[in-house]
């Protein structure tokens, strides 16, 4: 079996190849999503070079917080967020990735401790029209980042999607294309913003080729997760 330091490699590498394929000009950050991966799993992650994790649940992802508090790295929360759960959010990540209303926005920047930076945040996008999905419909997108824009202690990164798992290259390059048209309209009213967060095991090289900044990739870095029924995004 590979050792998680080569499928980190092997996942670098696809990431390089994916740019030079698509002739791609942005950089593309790797999140390593270590969701029901143990401690001991994120550290050979960290001996290999990998910073920056993404987690979806809560409780776990904060003791994994807490048992690497030693180590400087950046935590990435990438599942939904219930409004009574957002102060452990604000308190202990550096970024999330499925903000998609305005309540949940004010309380994170209510909730973020002075003496961190604003905690960055990209707006969910629906952008497979799924209704089994969350996130925003497109057209709600501009209005909603406009007024989290005026918060203080939140900083507008970007937008990110979870696509409907379509197989093959072009299906899913198509299906993640707009997000590229999508960014571009952040970008009038947030010149910041920078990242669009898509791209997972299956379809990385397809996310990459349609702009993607930041890949979010478990499987493919830690091996299948333990409970099958888990592993739906
Ligand atoms: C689990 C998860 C991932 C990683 O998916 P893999 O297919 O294991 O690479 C990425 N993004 C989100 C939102 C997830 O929940």
Redesign the pocket.
């Known amino acids: 079996m590979k050792s998680i330091a080569t499928k980190l490699t092997d996942v670098q590498t696809r990431i390089s190849e994916a740019i030079l394929h698509s002739q791609a000009t942005q950089k593309v950050q790797l ?1 390593a ?1 270590s ?1 029901y991966h143990s401690v001991d799993s994120v550290r050979q992650a960290v001996a290999a070079g990998q910073i920056a994790f ?1 987690e ?1 649940y809560l409780q776990p992802a904060l003791e994994k917080i807490d048992a690497l508090s030693a180590l400087s790295l950046q935590w990435h929360f ?2 939904p967020l219930q409004s009574n759960k957002s102060k452990a959010v604000a308190e202990n990540f550096d970024w999330l ?2 903000l998609d209303r305005l309540k949940l926005a004010k309380r994170l920047n209510d909730q973020r401790p002075q003496h961190l930076t604003p905690l960055n945040v990209c707006l969910q996008v629906n952008i497979s029209h799924d209704p089994a999905k969350s996130g925003l419909a497109v057209a709600d997108v501009i209005p909603l980042a406009q007024q989290i824009s005026q918060l203080p202690n939140i900083k507008l990164r970007g937008l ?1 999607c ?1 696509p409907m798992q379509k197989q093959g290259f072009e299906a899913q390059k198509q299906e993640l294309l707009p997000m590229q048209d999508l960014l571009k309209q952040l970008q009038q009213i947030c010149p910041d913003a920078d990242t669009l967060s898509m791209g ?3 379809d990385l090289e397809a996310a990459v080729a349609a702009g993607a900044t930041m890949v ?7 091996g299948p ?1 333990p409970d099958p029924k888990y ?1 739906e ?1």
């Open positions: 999140v999503v969701k993404g979806n990438i599942g990735h499925t990110m979870i997972m095991s299956g979010r990739i478990g499987t493919d870095i830690f997760r592993n995004a």
